[in-house]
């Protein structure tokens, strides 16, 4: 899974991969955010992941999805989900993702 993570502004990242976030790959996804979280210089506090070219999500990356959006609430930040198609928004509601997350 390729993954690109591009600085909005000053306090803002902005995430595009492709492919499945599954057991394979939402650990790597989860991973390569946290860490560029952690290791920035100036804290990041707005993060938008664009699921324009994400084809599958398992509960698994729901975990990590869950994961991103504590670790930017603990920092008084925020985390939106874009162009989530509308068989992905299916497992986000299945769970109760709709009621917190904002989806753009």
């Not at 869950?66 to 670790?71: D, F, N, P, Q, V």
């Not at 939106?80 to 997350?101: A, H, R, T």
């Amino acid at each position: 899974m390729e993954i690109t993570l591009n600085r909005t502004d000053l306090h803002g990242l902005y995430v595009t991969a492709a492919g499945r976030l599954d057991l394979d790959n939402a650990v790597e996804y989860g991973t390569k955010i946290k860490d560029y979280i952690e290791d920035s210089d100036e804290p990041i506090l707005n993060v938008a992941l664009d699921f324009s070219e994400i084809t599958f999500i398992s509960s698994f990356g729901l975990k990590v999805i869950l994961e991103l959006y504590k670790l930017l609430k603990a920092q008084n930040g925020d985390l939106k989900i874009k162009n989530v198609s509308e068989q992905l928004m299916s497992p986000f509601k299945l769970v109760g993702f709709d009621k917190f997350l904002v989806f753009e």
